[in-house]
């Protein structure tokens, strides 16, 4: 093993064992049950001698006999009889593994401004018998921390069950230890993680003095992988400062690092330089907003090229370019400048009472349907956006439904026998594609769903309307085209069929039955 590794400061095992037991071991106790024979003149619930709950607490390493009686159970227990600790019941079984393991970091100070980090490998074992508690050591990982650079060694255990410790290996990149339920697996359950308390007067003068280290660990940063940045980069100090831990934070446990660089300037000489090109007021508006990497990069690239500055409409616009980076993008296709497009955007904004982001939003839609009807669509800044929006959407869905319309014409000549006019009622077969869409939005019902299944003439979507107001919807019908039957008839909302619509129905699939008989017509 290298010098390095050796010249860590050794490690007061009784301590840290005294350590980890008050600590995040404290609650950690079992009271172990069992049926068991106690000894003559302990009476049963009748008064005679009998069977009895033999227990074992851990708290108190005391065994002790309760009497089985109606309404004690021994498996609701949360506290000891005896000592009154909170424990957890488990069976007395002498050949099953009880333990509890945690993997547990302790701080060491080093030579000069060094800071070494242990992580352990800590088992809390009960077993064979509930007298023979111990608690077991395994140092998994050995941190060393100095201004400007970490180190890592770290080695493997348990294969296949079995507790073998490999040699230690010095790690090319400093990261977190973990230590998995089960190690064959990828997605098994990692043990918990605790941190020894650390004396603030043993950072004092380190290499760490100003890492923010609790913070750090309240967060749930990777612990390691924090420090090793940190060492590297010690001016992020004030990223926490200026209540900007959350892009720290995006950068290590999000894997956006080059972002992050990109963003802010760790080799910045003074605090106020940090964050590249930005005032003190707009890292308050940051921090106050929460923003994320991806919106502080976009706005920093916007003032950087003169389209936004420091007001309150520039941070609202630099939030939806971040949000709707494809609209942006087919703004710029066509050769749309960046200048300009905010500015009409915002106009569009004002004009319709919606957020920027919204109108930027539909704008790239606006564009992407240009593109799609071969760039013959309409111009690239509408008066009215929203209108010109509508109107290329109603374009495009007549130029998708053009192929389904077709075999709307086909199935409306083949079932066109099925049209009747009775009694002041009409029934016919849906003409378009645009009608059974336009049937489900004024009913209210899914009808829109049947179109592929109409077309194909596996079902016959019909409209049931008054004569005298023939087009208001009023029933929609779907008719099974084997059997002649009728499989549905609603009304607004899926409500079941108005006694008139109803006679109605039975009057007419009566009729179609009959001509089928007569004339030998089948539906195709």
Known sequence: MDELFESCPPMD??????????????????LFYRSGQADSGWPDADGKPGTMWELHCTACHQPFFEPKRRGFRVSALTSCPQCGAAVAPKRWQLRRTLETRILYFKFQRGEGRQIWLRAYWVVHNFCP???????????????????????????AASYFGQERLTVWRRRTRVAGTKWHV????????????????????????????????????????????????????PMIEY??????????????????????????????????????????SEVQRIRADGAGLGVVRC???????????????????????????????????????????????????????????????????????IAGLGNEGGEL????????????????????????????RIRRRLCGWMRWRHDGYLIRPVDSADEIIAEGERQRNCVADYASRHISGKTVILVLRRRSEPGKSWHTVEL?????????????????????AAEFIEAWTARLKSLRLQNGRHIV
Request: aromatic share 12%.
């Open 13 to 30: 095992l009784a301590a840290l064992e005294e350590e980890i037991l008050g600590g995040p071991l404290a609650d950690d106790n079992y």
């Open 182 to 233: 089960n190690a064959m697996s990828c997605y098994s359950e990692v043990y918990p993680m605790y941190f020894g308390e650390v004396d603030s007067r043993e950072l004092q003068g380190s290499c760490l003095e100003y890492s923010q280290l609790r913070d750090a660990i309240s967060a749930g940063f990777d612990l390691p992988e924090y420090l090793d940045f940190y060492v590297r980069n």
């Open 299 to 369: 706005y920093q690239k916007l003032k950087r090229d003169g389209i936004v500055t420091g007001d309150t409409e520039g941070w609202t616009w630099a939030q939806a370019v971040a949000g709707q980076p494809e609209a942006v993008e087919w703004a710029r296709r066509y050769g749309v400048d960046g200048r300009a497009l905010r500015g009409y955007i915002e106009r569009q904004s004002r004009r319709s009472g919606r957020p920027v982001r919204s109108v930027l939003s539909d704008h790239g839609d606006y564009l992407r349907q």
């Open 129 to 155: 018998s509930p007298g023979d508690e111990r608690l077991e050591f395994f140092e998994a990982a050995r941190y060393r921390f100095a201004d400007g650079e970490a180190q890592e060694w770290s080695r």
């Open 239 to 280: 990223l926490w400062k200026f209540g900007l831990d959350h892009l720290l934070w995006e950068a290590l446990a999000g894997g956006r690092r080059k972002e992050f660089r990109q963003a802010v300037n760790l080799r910045a000489k003074r605090p106020k330089d940090l964050l590249r090109g930005l005032t003190v």
């Open 480 to 500: 099974n085209p084997s059997t002649l039957d009728v499989r549905q008839c609603r009304g607004f909302r899926n409500a079941d069929a108005e006694p008139e």
């Open 381 to 408: 800044f509408p008066q009215d956006l929203q209108a010109a929006h509508e109107r290329l959407s109603e374009r495009q869905r007549r130029l998708l439904n053009r192929d389904q319309n077709r075999w709307f």
